[in-house]
């Protein structure tokens, strides 16, 4: 077995949802987890999380992954940085292994709101760059990241995952004394508000059509461009200004209740997802899918 890309398994809901889906497809994976020790107290409860995960994968018949794991541990010093350091640092160790040359492609498992500016916000972006550049900077050669739940909210992953494999998952960071979810952490707090029916709904798009700098984001867009936001307030105000900045409701669509036209998205290694969620390989193959061909 060869596998040609790699995925950080942390135990919880994301990468959990992404190795099911990447496995769905065919794909083979190198499957890694960082036994994180710091001052948070979540380790052993990842780890659990793990191997449940695992066998749950056996258990459905998705085998083609190899495991792996490693350990990062803090010692005595109780700061503690964001997390994705530590996980490109093992990136780019575990690509300098001879022995997995081969493997190119990183999935990356960052949900919309994995910060609260969303995936286009300084916060997101400056981890992506670290994240790029820390692993470069070990393996000395160059990786195809796929985020292929970046277009997701929390609420949306969390839907979306099988409920068996949902409750075999961790993600509070920060357990209390008796082994609980805190139920106050961000992650928790997330997850709360989905497994409870709420949590914000589907990204909303529209397009930009007068140039304007996002008080959310601090980004700046220009006509053409494509806005993202969760709350169609947000796209309504936007339209409402003189000129108007976006396109609400989309043409073609006076409820707003979709996005824009669809077009598949390219997600490395040839594979092309669509808006349901599904994957395609193949551009041709994927706008064939769009038009119901």
Known sequence: MTPDTLLLLSGGIDSAYCMWRALLEGRTLLVHHVHLTNREGRVAYEAQAVKRILDWMRGQGLTRFIY???AFDYGTVRYVVRDHCIWALWIGILMSDP?????????????WDSDADGPDGPVMQRAHRRYRNLSYEVCERELIWEHPIQHMMKAEVVRATPPDLLKLCWWCRHPTPSGKPCHRCYTCRLVDAALSGGGRGPVLEAKVIAPFRCKLTKQNYSPGDVYRHPNEERMQYLASLEPPRVEWPPKGNESGETTLEAEPRHVGGGWYELPDGGRVR???AALAALRGG
């Open 99 to 111: 022995k997995y040359k081969h493997i190119r492609h990183v999935i990356r498992t960052d949900h």
């Open 282 to 284: 193949g551009k041709d």
């Open 68 to 70: 792996s794991e490693s």
